[in-house]
């Protein structure tokens, strides 16, 4: 089999399997429940036609014609069992690449590495949900870095899918997932016949892998779980709260005091464990399991988003065991803008778009299906096409809260340094108690060298965030706010320009 382009089981599947009958849809919901209670994966409506493909794909390799013997097989199995492995390997999202996030890579060689260094012992890493490896290998490549040899340090990777942890076991990649490494980080890399190249031997001589279901009940043991540093980055997205929580206190018991917890750079553990400590270095942030800390300690604060978040992208579930949202037979705009955001969350902005704009068909007048479709664009750097989103909607509405701040934020990414500030003075105007929005304020100002205004600006957002005031507007407020950092940041702001002016 080859371990790169598509799976062995997307290969492997027969073309017939288009002519068999789909899932009906109390199908579906009993495929969902078993897929859930499997992997944890919250799938909603928006992912039914995947599930239903995935399924039928399956029942073609079975040479079963009907669902029902089909769920038969999967029940058969039971969870962990081999066919309800193969269905979720079908469904899991492998993205990664090696040295994602850099920011999280800068901040472990320069700070995390050489203190346990220091400190002495054995260095383990767990990487939680690792996929093909990338994430696996670049760890073992920053520990070599740092002077660690394969003696002091060891890192396990672990993932639910069969297939994925195939391919990082083989260490073989085709070049073009070697993009974007330095030409130092590329020696670590041995031709491996026509288009490969196979990670050296003295990098894989750090790693091991094995199978690992995150959500299993009851957990998992591991021979030894006193974990130095976890990583589990854009996993936990996929769970519902309670999954992710039942997760982080494990995290927690896991770790050794001190120990440092890496999560995706949208995910946060914010009202959802206790004992860690939020820490930052350059643009990267983690959380520190307490030194002392059991889990009655301080409570986790929130990650700080550097893009706009509006809500939630999964279901909320308060059941101790992960299981999957309703159907919604008949979608509400609120659940069409929720799907679009778990997708642009998982990083399928495609997907994600193609929803906005089907849901705007349905409802072309709804103001917030233009906003989401900005901000989508926004996110993804599209940004002529943000700022025509936005124009659209503040043309209607001129006095647009979350459209205004959104539009300044892309006329100031466009160098349109004056247009933006024009955006913010009226955003502020109606807004008072925006921190965010006086922040940005203060920087475009700045930009334009009115260090004045700019300055004025900075005392509001701290004096803003001094009284704990919070804007009216309910989509201004949903966004996600650190303010020891925008604290930080005006004040280092205030400090820099001050001097600049003096000088
Ligand atoms: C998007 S990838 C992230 C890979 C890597 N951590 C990164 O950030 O580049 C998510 C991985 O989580 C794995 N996963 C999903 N559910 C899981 C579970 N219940 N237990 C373990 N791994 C799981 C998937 O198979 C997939 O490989």
Not at 224 to 245: G, M, Q
Not at 457 to 477: C, K, Q, T, Y
Request: glycine share 6%; aromatic share 8%; charged share 25%.
């Amino acid at each position: 089999m080859s371990p790169f382009g598509k799976s062995a089981v997307q290969t492997a599947v027969t073309s017939n399997w288009k002519n068999l009958t789909p899932p009906n849809h109390d199908e579906i919901e009993k495929l969902r429940k078993l897929v859930s209670r499997n992997t944890g994966l919250q799938s909603d409506g928006s992912r039914e036609s995947f599930l239903s493909a995935s399924v039928m794909r399956r029942m073609a390799k079975l040479n079963l014609n009907n669902v029902t013997d089909y769920i038969a097989r999967l029940r058969e199995s039971g969870v962990g069992g081999t066919e309800l492995q193969e269905l979720s390997n079908m469904l899991l999202v492998h993205k990664t690449s090696f040295f994602r996030d850099r920011p999280h890579f800068e901040l472990l060689e320069k700070r995390i590495l050489p203190e346990l260094a220091r400190k002495g012992g054995p260095i383990r890493i767990w990487s939680a949900g690792c996929s093909t490896g990338q994430e696996v290998y670049s760890l073992a490549l920053a520990l070599m870095r740092c002077g660690i040899s394969s003696e002091q340090a060891q890192i396990l990777g672990t993932d639910l899918s069969t297939v994925a942890l195939q391919e990082a076991q083989t260490a073989i990649f085709p070049n073009k997932k070697l993009i974007g490494l330095t030409e130092e980080e590329r020696r670590f890399f041995e031709p491996a016949g026509a288009g490969l190249h196979r990670i050296s031997r003295s990098l894989r001589r750090y790693v091991s892998f094995r199978r690992h279901n995150l959500v299993d009940v009851p957990y998992p043991r591991m021979d030894d779980e006193d974990w130095s540093i976890i990583f589990c980055r854009n996993v936990l997205i996929y769970f519902s709260r309670s999954t992710i929580r039942a997760i982080a206190k494990r995290f927690h018991r896991n770790l050794h005091p001190g120990g440092s917890l890496f999560l995706g750079a949208c995910e946060s553990l914010f009202q959802l464990s206790e004992g860690f400590s939020l820490e930052q270095g350059g643009e990267a942030f983690i959380y520190r399991r307490n030194e002392n800390g059991n889990s009655t300690q301080k409570r986790a604060v929130p990650a700080p988003r550097p893009r706009i978040e509006v809500r939630p992208s999964v279901t909320v579930k308060t059941t101790s065991h992960p299981s999957l949202p309703e159907l919604t037979p008949d979608p509400t705009l609120d659940s069409e803008i929720d799907k679009a955001e778990a997708f642009r969350q998982a990083g399928e902005m495609d997907n994600a778009n193609i929803l906005l704009l089907e849901a705007r068909e349905r409802w072309p007048s709804e103001h917030t299906i233009g906003i989401a479709l900005g901000r989508l664009a926004l996110d993804r750097g599209a940004l002529e096409e943000a700022r025509s989103w936005l124009t659209m909607i503040l043309e209607k509405d001129p006095l647009e809260p979350h459209a205004l701040f959104l539009a300044g934020l892309t006329l100031f990414q466009l160098g349109l340094d004056l247009d933006a500030a024009e955006h913010f003075r009226r955003l502020l105007y109606l807004e008072k108690n925006f921190s965010l929005g006086f922040y940005y304020q203060g920087l475009i100002i700045s930009r334009l060298g009115r260090e004045q205004v700019a300055q004025r600006a900075f005392r509001n957002a701290l004096s803003v965030m001094d009284r704990g005031l919070a804007p009216a507007h309910p989509e201004l407020a949903a966004l996600p706010l650190n303010c020891d950092l925008i604290k930080n940041a005006c004040r280092a702001k205030m400090t820099t320009d001050r001097s600049a002016a003096r000088r």
